[in-house]
T-cell receptor
Framework: AQRVTQPEKLLSVFKGAPVELKCNYS??????LFWYVQYSRQRLQLLLR??SRESIKGFTADLNKGETSFHLKKPFAQEEDSAMYYC?????????????FGKGTLLTVNP | EPEVTQTPSHQVTQMGQEVILRCVPI?????FYWYRQILGQKVEFLVS????????KSEIFDDQFSVERPDGSNFTLKIRSTKLEDSAMYFC???????????FGNGTRLTVT
């Protein structure tokens, strides 16, 4: 069964500090991994997906198949990065876009 | 930018009552989904819908649940006889094609008393 684990429920850093939100997954096939973000009182939004290998709002994430991880990183956190972050997995292929989410990490960036 | 809209934002209902949660997906999207999040827990997949039929459903999506696309714009989730444990945030999502990223609505908070 596929599973996504975000070990940190809460993460607090100071503005300008590096931030890393951890995500580990369990999946027997070849997964697609995503990070979704939910700012206060806003909808879930796609932040980035591993197949795009892009940097969005300064965030990057590298899929490490050996460690089954997809940690989200930003070298210098900003106050506006404060939000709930969800790691999600989709089985590649498949007939639909069924996502398995982690429990989420609430990131607080303090001034 | 077009958005998925959900109504109502908050619904309170008594146990045993039927409830319908409404969603208007983005107009050119073809794939529709419902997810839910019980307070403090994960966002969980409920059901996917394509070409006017359910393409996949989870174990949560039992006979008490149904989905419908009654016209060209709305996508509804009905819970026939609500239970206390149905209290959750329900998210609708849509996508243009099979592997396109999902666009989520703001969610409907359902409280069953």
């Amino acid at each position: 069964a596929q599973r996504v684990t975000q070990p940190e429920k809460l993460l607090s850093v100071f503005k300008g500090a590096p931030v890393e939100l951890k995500c580990n997954y369990s999946y027997s096939g070849s997964p697609e991994l995503f990070w979704y973000v939910q700012y206060s009182r806003q909808r879930l939004q796609l932040l980035l997906r591993h197949i795009s290998r892009e940097s969005i709002k300064g965030f990057t994430a590298d899929l490490n198949k050996g460690e089954t991880s997809f940690h989200l990183k930003k070298p210098f956190a900003q106050e506006e990065d404060s939000a709930m972050y969800y790691c999600a997995l989709k089985n590649s292929g498949g007939s639909n876009y069924k996502l398995t989410f982690g429990k989420g990490t609430l990131l607080t960036v303090n001034p | 930018e077009p958005e998925v809209t959900q109504t109502p934002s908050h619904q309170v209902t008594q146990m045993g009552q039927e409830v319908i949660l409404r969603c208007v997906p983005i107009s050119n999207h073809l794939y529709f989904y419902w997810y839910r999040q019980i307070l403090g827990q994960k966002v969980e997949f409920l059901v996917s819908f394509y070409n006017n039929e359910i393409s996949e459903k989870s174990e949560i999506f039992d006979d008490q649940f149904s989905v419908e696309r009654p016209d060209g714009s709305n996508f509804t989730l009905k819970i026939r006889s609500t239970k206390l444990e149905d209290s959750a945030m329900y998210f609708c999502a849509s996508g243009t094609y099979l592997n396109s990223p999902l666009h989520f609505g703001n969610g409907t908070r359902l409280t069953v008393t």
